[in-house]
């Protein structure tokens, strides 16, 4: 008899432990289906992301290669001589015609190297720019963008791991 209950408790123990190993593999296998579930979300949404980036990049190339280099510069230049004029207005103002000749004529020769150095300027400008590429600028900002983007998914994943404070 003895060894009856001893039997009947072994098949108790037996059958507890294989309720608990049920219960612990049905609990392993939600958190893998949680998981999974997380990964295919974030999936989703970094690919949203990514498809907004190379929108917005497409937008910038666009810009970029319909940009007229010529327009810029000649802005540029116009409003290089519209402040040459206002400071040469401004000396002239300034001048106290009263004063002997000769301070006006320093104040004169330095609105006018002022002059030479902002043409210099501009020369410079205008060599840099007609040596640009729109294509070439347009693919060093996709670059860029695409890089920078490259640590903010990583971020972003991050931040919308599973178990993180974001969910």
Same mark, same amino acid.
């Given at each position: 008899?003895?060894?009856?209950?001893?039997?009947?408790?072994?098949?108790?123990?037996?059958?507890?432990?294989?309720?608990?190993?049920?219960?612990?593999?049905?609990?392993?296998?939600?958190?893998?289906?949680?998981?999974?579930?997380?990964?295919?979300?974030?999936?989703?949404?970094?690919?949203?992301?990514?498809?907004?980036?190379?929108?917005?990049?497409?937008?910038? *190339?666009?810009?970029?290669?319909?940009?007229?280099?010529?327009?810029? $510069?000649?802005? +540029?230049?116009? =409003? %290089?001589? #519209? !402040?040459?004029?206002?400071?040469?207005?401004?000396?002239?103002?300034?001048?106290?015609?009263?004063?002997?000749?000769?301070?006006?004529?320093?104040?004169?020769?330095?609105?006018?190297?002022?002059?030479? *150095?902002?043409?210099?300027?501009?020369?410079?400008?205008?060599?840099? $720019?007609?040596? +640009?590429?729109? =294509? %070439?600028? #347009? !693919?060093?900002?996709?670059?860029?963008?695409?890089?920078?983007?490259?640590?903010?998914?990583?971020?972003?994943?991050?931040?919308?791991?599973?178990?993180?404070?974001?969910?």
């Amino acid at each position: 008899m003895s060894d009856l209950v001893q039997l009947q408790k072994r098949q108790n123990q037996t059958l507890l432990l294989v309720s608990i190993n049920f219960v612990l593999f049905v609990v392993l296998f939600s958190a893998l289906g949680y998981v999974a579930w997380q990964s295919a979300t974030l999936v989703n949404r970094l690919q949203e992301d990514l498809g907004k980036a190379e929108q917005t990049i497409a937008q910038l *190339q666009g810009r970029f290669q319909n940009m007229d280099l010529e327009d810029v $510069v000649d802005r +540029l230049v116009s =409003e %290089a001589t #519209a !402040q040459l004029g206002r400071s040469i207005e401004s000396v002239v103002k300034q001048s106290d015609l009263s004063a002997p000749m000769t301070k006006i004529s320093d104040k004169i020769t330095a609105a006018q190297e002022m002059i030479e *150095q902002t043409s210099e300027v501009v020369a410079g400008i205008q060599q840099t $720019v007609a040596g +640009l590429d729109n =294509e %070439a600028i #347009a !693919q060093q900002v996709s670059y860029h963008i695409l890089k920078g983007l490259g640590d903010g998914f990583q971020q972003a994943a991050e931040s919308r791991k599973p178990g993180s404070a974001s969910e």
